[in-house]
């Protein structure tokens, strides 16, 4: 009761002072939270990113290398184009077969090679895992080959396809997915030739729920629509697991991936969790690639990783460089205020008080100012995530696409290679995306500020009370004379 | 009136006391080889000039500055010898301080200043508000509890600072210059409400002063001269 009335009345005697000090210790720490909460945009960020690759509950996913193609008599090798044997026609060779007119429709698995659909239920069972599911990042290619020799050749299109795991609705890409129209999958859609798509591919393809889309020449009936965060490059159609294993063959072997996956997305039991995990997995499938979500962050590049590091970098050193420069005039503030109250502290220890307790006071006093500073600096760390909201820039990220193409060439009637791969999100091993950045001050920054400003109080007033416990009473009485 | 009585025990016993302070190289003996006894209920009046070491004097008999050499011997105990918490209790308890310049927290109130006193006593907020109250009554006070030190004259806040010294109920009153910011008719006033509180509480005093018409109203008076004390006058009131 005393300790609080003569902390109160001294922090109001040295009003001037205190609110100097709690304003420097607020600019350190808004700069803290603001950057903090940059930091925290840009993570956010890239989260929707890897998010939208693998979906929001994966913690670590499972791949393995693809087997090199094995040679095949066919010309040019196993996905070969050139001139057929007719003399103008156009040929294609995928996985062993050469085609010289009709559609040419083919699910083959992306970059990833095949793991035995086993393997998930393997990983589910590990100690530190919560949840393994597996699924198939698939890309269907359809190239029409023209009748005659003398009709031009069309460009292949392309869509990537992701083989869902429906017992697992929490796991992989489609998990991130927000349904606009119709209905994601049901237990019975395990064996049904039902899709799921994404809202930009139906928009760029007129599909709604109903329509029919086709893959490895089967049609699929749409039914339901999803959209994934925008600053991500997500699947254009899901469908179930097993329609999918059915239908993809493994580009290196050319066999169906009935019985396969190409990718295991994992939850560890908890964030401590993850290394365990990891470790597990590598021991379980020596010959995995195993990937944790910080592995992936660490693929993103453009101004997203840039902003990341510039935040994590600079912005860090900058507030640790503030809060110090704030921590120090506190500090000297403090013992500039000690050393005017010399004979008053010697009064104090006259009249018999312990030297802790003339420090605890002092302590109170500078924690006071410190708890002012830190409020003052949560508000003031609002203030700058809010214009840091208005005036960063879009960012961009290059991240690794979910799912690759299918290696094509076609060749035109008698004049050579005429296309390249196949075309779509699905073409390229890497997409830049626009990410949207929203920064924003978490409960934890705001502990930190408050953590901080005690911190700085107790610096300040530790430094100002050690001064004040070393006075002997006389001395410090002396000073009155 | 309850009339103050002495005991024929020393409260105090000096033997052999020097206070020396060092300027780097130099030495600057402020008490030397001093020899005192006090007793209990007594009056012991300080004199001398400014430098000549009463304030050291009055200091090492608080315990708030120890000697260089010599024995402090106060009930019992040997001030220049025991641990500085040991000091410190028996000051918390034991002694009343009055100083020239009243040397009251400016941010506390009347009331709060006297307080602080019974703070390092450990005495139960009730008790400490009732003991205070009582105290600012007998300095005639009682209706100022809630001014700042800021709001009062000179000789109130003098006043205030005799109700801290007196509010934990000390063996020692130990005044150092109590008048020596204050008007004639103030010094007057302080120095009657001194005697009064001597007699009616059987109080020992130790009070130094260069003022004789101070000085007069003790029983014993000492001299202060380079560091010696000499007794000149034993009034025996």
Known sequence: MFFLTYLRRELRRRMRQAIFIALGLAVGIGLVITVL??????????????????????????????????????????????????????????????????????????????????????????HDVSAAAGGLLLTDTRVVLPSSSSAPLQPPTSVSVDGTDISHPDLGPLSNGKLTDGRTFTAADAHADVAVVDANYATANKLKVGSTVTLAKTKFTVIGIVTQPQASSPPGVYIPLARAQALATDPGTGNSMRGKVNTVYVTAASAADIGAVQAEIEHLLPQATVTSSSDLASEITGSAASAAKLAGALGKWLAVLVLIAAFAVASLLTMAAVARRVPEFGTLKALGWRSSRIVSQVLGESVGTGIIGGLAGVGLGFVGVAIIDKVAPKLSATVPSAGSGLQTQVAGSGSGPVAGGPTGAAASHAATIAVPMSASVTVGAIILAVLLAVAGGLLAGSFGGWRAARLRPAAALARVA | MTINVQHETPIYRLAGVSKIYRKGSREIPAVRDLDLEIRAGEWLAVQGKTGHGKTTLLQILGGLDRPTRGQVEFGGQDLASIPEARVRKVRASSFGFIFQTFNLVPTLSAQENVEAALIPLGVHLAQRRARVSAALDSVGLGDRAQHLPGELSGGQQQRVAIARALVKAPKVLLADEPTGNLDEDTRDEIISLLDTLWRERGLTLVLVSHDSSVVRRAQRIGVMARGHLSIRQDTRR
Do not use: E, F, M, W
């Open chain 1, 37 to 126: 909460g940059a930091s925290t945009g840009v993570k956010a960020a890239q989260a929707k990113v890897l998010r939208a690759l693998y979906g929001i509950g994966t913690d670590v996913t499972v791949t393995t290398k693809p087997k090199p193609p094995s040679a095949r008599p066919a010309t040019g090798g196993q996905n070969a184009a050139g001139p057929g044997p007719g003399g103008g026609h156009a040929t294609i060779c995928l996985n062993g077969k050469c085609y010289t007119s009709g559609t040419i429709d083919t699910l083959v698995s992306g970059d990833s090679g095949a793991l035995s659909a086993a393997a998930a239920g393997q990983i589910a069972r590990l």
